[in-house]
Protein backbone atom coordinates (compact mmCIF):
# COMPACT_ATOMS: atom_id res chain seq x y z
CA UNK A 1 0.00 0.00 0.00
CA UNK A 2 2.73 2.65 1.24
CA UNK A 3 4.97 1.59 -2.35
CA UNK A 4 1.78 2.67 -4.50
CA UNK A 5 1.14 5.77 -2.39
CA UNK A 6 4.84 7.10 -2.99
CA UNK A 7 5.15 6.44 -5.81
CA UNK A 8 1.88 8.31 -6.60
CA UNK A 9 2.72 10.89 -4.39
CA UNK A 10 6.26 10.90 -5.77
CA UNK A 11 4.90 12.13 -9.91
CA UNK A 12 2.67 14.42 -8.25
CA UNK A 13 5.83 16.10 -6.44
CA UNK A 14 7.44 16.01 -9.63
CA UNK A 15 5.13 17.43 -11.35
CA UNK A 16 4.61 20.20 -9.07
CA UNK A 17 9.08 20.66 -9.34
CA UNK A 18 8.99 20.78 -13.02
CA UNK A 19 5.83 23.32 -13.11
CA UNK A 20 7.36 26.79 -14.21
CA UNK A 21 4.64 28.43 -13.13
CA UNK A 22 5.11 27.45 -9.33
CA UNK A 23 7.03 29.93 -7.39
CA UNK A 24 10.62 29.05 -6.47
CA UNK A 25 10.35 28.43 -3.05
CA UNK A 26 7.44 25.87 -3.76
CA UNK A 27 8.91 23.95 -6.10
CA UNK A 28 12.03 23.92 -3.65
CA UNK A 29 9.95 22.42 -0.83
CA UNK A 30 8.42 19.75 -3.41
CA UNK A 31 11.93 18.57 -4.26
CA UNK A 32 13.03 18.20 -0.54
CA UNK A 33 9.61 16.50 -0.21
CA UNK A 34 10.50 14.25 -2.99
CA UNK A 35 13.78 13.33 -1.69
CA UNK A 36 12.81 12.92 1.87
CA UNK A 37 9.84 10.42 0.48
CA UNK A 38 12.54 8.51 -1.25
CA UNK A 39 15.27 7.75 1.44
CA UNK A 40 14.79 4.21 1.78
CA UNK A 41 16.74 4.34 5.31
CA UNK A 42 13.70 5.92 7.17
CA UNK A 43 10.65 3.98 8.44
CA UNK A 44 8.03 4.78 5.75
CA UNK A 45 5.63 6.47 8.52
CA UNK A 46 8.43 8.23 9.79
CA UNK A 47 9.24 9.52 6.36
CA UNK A 48 5.13 10.29 5.08
CA UNK A 49 4.99 12.57 8.71
CA UNK A 50 7.75 14.56 7.75
CA UNK A 51 6.66 14.99 3.92
CA UNK A 52 3.22 16.12 5.60
CA UNK A 53 4.63 18.50 8.58
CA UNK A 54 6.71 20.67 5.15
CA UNK A 55 4.05 20.16 2.25
CA UNK A 56 1.33 21.64 5.09
CA UNK A 57 3.45 24.85 6.03
CA UNK A 58 3.99 25.54 2.02
CA UNK A 59 0.17 25.22 1.54
CA UNK A 60 -0.53 28.41 3.05
CA UNK A 61 2.03 30.54 1.39
CA UNK A 62 -0.73 33.16 -0.64
CA UNK A 63 1.63 33.06 -3.04
CA UNK A 64 1.26 29.34 -4.57
CA UNK A 65 -1.15 29.03 -7.75
CA UNK A 66 -4.65 27.24 -6.79
CA UNK A 67 -3.07 24.67 -9.10
CA UNK A 68 -0.54 23.87 -7.04
CA UNK A 69 -2.58 24.45 -3.56
CA UNK A 70 -4.91 21.60 -5.04
CA UNK A 71 -2.00 18.87 -5.73
CA UNK A 72 -0.65 19.48 -2.54
CA UNK A 73 -3.90 18.74 -0.78
CA UNK A 74 -4.27 15.62 -2.89
CA UNK A 75 -0.71 15.04 -1.79
CA UNK A 76 -1.37 15.39 1.75
CA UNK A 77 -4.50 13.20 2.17
CA UNK A 78 -2.50 10.39 0.63
CA UNK A 79 -0.07 10.37 2.86
CA UNK A 80 -2.57 10.98 6.16
CA UNK A 81 -4.15 7.75 4.99
CA UNK A 82 -0.41 5.91 5.87
CA UNK A 83 -0.13 8.03 9.31
CA UNK A 84 -3.46 6.80 10.34
Known amino acids: MS ?3 FN ?3 EIL ?3 TENPSVPRNIRRAADESFNTLNDE ?3 PTVRASA ?3 K ?3 ISNDPN ?3 HART ?3 EILSKLEAITA
Do not use: G, Y
Open 3 to 5: NET
Open 8 to 10: EVS
Open 14 to 16: KHI
Open 41 to 43: SED
Open 51 to 53: VII
Open 55 to 57: LDE
Open 64 to 66: IPV
Open 71 to 73: LIW
